[in-house]
Each structure stands twice: as structure tokens, then as C-alpha cells.
């Protein structure tokens, strides 16, 4: 016989499930504006890096704090819980299946068959979406083509690139091979940007364009803290002081020439007979 459940409802933990609805919902919104900003409004541009990231790490951390609520205990205020007793969630008792305790290992084996693998209507949507807009831009129509939905105007016209007549119907295996000519395209492009940049590196120093060829002085003869008068003043004492070092040289070396000559005097006189 099929066990019978005991489900008493008023042993609901009412606050603990609105926190873990409220957290649900957090998640959800961000992931939302997460799409929403890597869609860009359906334009062909790239948001900012730092932006989705941001964005990325608070769902992370909202999902965090959702199985941090899962899993941690119950608030330790009751006084009359013993340490030694093993303390179960709260969520556990109105878990309708399993109803009984088990192991990661097993509890994986009992729900996995029971998740959903059916995607969402919405992520059905968008999946569609973004099929059809693809689809739009190949010469074979792509899922179009296959599925029948497809413009009956240019049944007649061969597919540009494909060699393939509209009024024959489109295969899959023609999709894949058009998927495979853009692919191809796509790794050809981006093998050409990437030589021509070694190219550029090859041929110009960078290093050599980029460095400074004049030097700033360590230490710099206006101060912005200073005052005009002030910088003046200080400008008239180093003149001065540089004429007063001149004036020294110029005296050193006249003094010089004195003795060079009396000495020259003196190796010139002969001595007395």
C-alpha cells in the first residue's frame, strides 16, 4: 500500500517560505535584466564588460544567499533544544517527496528523473526568436526553410551564394553546409586581423614611439603653491647668488694668473755672479 503523508498546514514555516519567494524572485528579475542588457534593445552592439559581470556576480550572490537559506538550520533560539540532538531543517517536513532522509548520492538518483526538462515558455520564446533572426540573414533561410515557413515571393529565386534553387526545398543538410561556408568566412576574417596586427607589431617599434625622449627635471623651479612675489623673490636670490659665484670664479682666476706669473718671473731671473 501507498504511504500516507500526514500534512498538517499549520506547521507551515510561513516566513521562511516568503523569504526563500522573495529571494526566487530576486534572482529571477536579475536574470531578466541580465538578458535584457546583453540584448541591447535587439541592437548589434556590446555592452560594457563591466556591466555584465557586475551583473553576472549578483546572481551569484543571490543565488548564494538562496542555498545558504536551504540550507542552513533553524535559529538556535530555543532553550530548551538539546546540543546532542540533530538539528533538521525546517524545509524537510514538508518536503512531499523524498519524505525521508538520504544521502547527496541518493537523493540525485530519486531527483533527477523528476526535474523538468521541458524548457520554459518564455526561454521558448526567445529561443524561437533568436532562431528566426538568424535564420533571416542565411541564403538557405536555415530553420525557416526546413520547417516550411518561408516567403513564397522568392520561391523562385535561387539562394545568393548557395546555388541552391527556392523552388526546391531546402534540406538540412544545405543549412549545415551554409553554416559551415559562414563559419569558414568568419575563422578567415579573423585569421587576416590577426596577421595584420603581428604585421603592424613587426614593423613598428612601439616601444620606441611611445617612450619619452626628454626627461622631467627631479625638481621643478615653479611651485603652485607659491605666490608670484614669492617665486620672484626666490628667483632674484638664486641670480644673485649665481653672480656672486661668477664674481668668485672671476676672482679665483685673476688670482691664479698673478702667481703663474710670478712664478714664470722667478724661473726666469739668473742668478747674480
Excluded at 3 to 26: G, H, R, W, Y
Excluded at 114 to 131: D, I, Y
Excluded at 193 to 208: G, I, N, S
Amino acid at each position: 500500500p501507498a504511504p500516507q503523508l500526514v500534512f498538517d498546514p499549520t506547521s507551515l514555516p510561513i516566513s521562511q517560505l516568503e523569504s526563500l519567494k522573495f529571494k526566487a524572485n530576486q534572482i529571477i528579475e536579475s536574470i531578466q535584466t541580465l538578458q535584457r542588457t546583453i540584448e541591447a534593445g535587439g541592437q548589434h552592439v556590446m555592452p560594457p564588460w563591466p556591466d555584465i559581470l557586475s551583473k553576472y556576480n549578483l546572481i551569484l550572490s543571490q543565488t548564494h544567499s538562496f542555498y545558504s537559506s536551504l540550507t542552513s538550520s533553524p535559529s538556535a533560539s530555543q532553550p530548551n533544544a538539546s546540543s546532542q540532538t540533530q538539528v533538521r531543517s525546517p524545509y524537510e517536513k514538508i518536503a512531499l517527496h523524498p519524505s525521508v532522509g538520504m544521502t547527496d548520492a541518493q537523493f540525485d538518483n530519486e531527483i533527477i528523473p523528476l526535474l523538468r526538462n521541458q524548457q520554459t515558455t518564455e526561454v521558448l520564446q526567445q529561443e524561437n526568436a533568436t532562431v528566426r533572426r538568424l535564420a533571416e540573414c542565411m541564403a538557405t533561410r536555415g530553420a525557416l526553410a526546413i520547417s516550411g515557413v518561408q516567403n513564397q515571393s522568392q520561391s523562385d529565386h535561387p539562394a545568393p551564394g548557395s546555388g541552391i534553387a527556392r523552388s526546391q526545398r531546402v534540406t538540412s543538410e544545405d543549412v549545415l553546409r551554409e553554416c559551415a561556408e559562414i563559419r569558414e568566412a568568419h575563422d578567415h576574417r579573423t585569421e587576416r586581423a590577426v596577421r595584420a596586427v603581428l604585421m603592424l607589431r613587426d614593423k613598428y617599434d612601439w616601444k620606441q614611439r611611445v617612450a619619452v625622449e626628454v626627461e622631467e627635471p627631479e625638481e621643478l623651479q615653479w611651485d603652485p603653491r607659491l605666490s608670484q612675489p614669492a617665486m620672484d623673490a626666490v628667483i632674484g636670490v638664486g641670480v644673485e647668488h649665481d653672480a656672486d659665484i661668477d664674481a668668485d670664479d672671476g676672482q679665483s682666476s685673476d688670482e691664479e694668473e698673478v702667481v703663474e706669473g710670478e712664478l714664470a718671473g722667478d724661473d726666469g731671473e739668473t742668478p747674480s755672479p
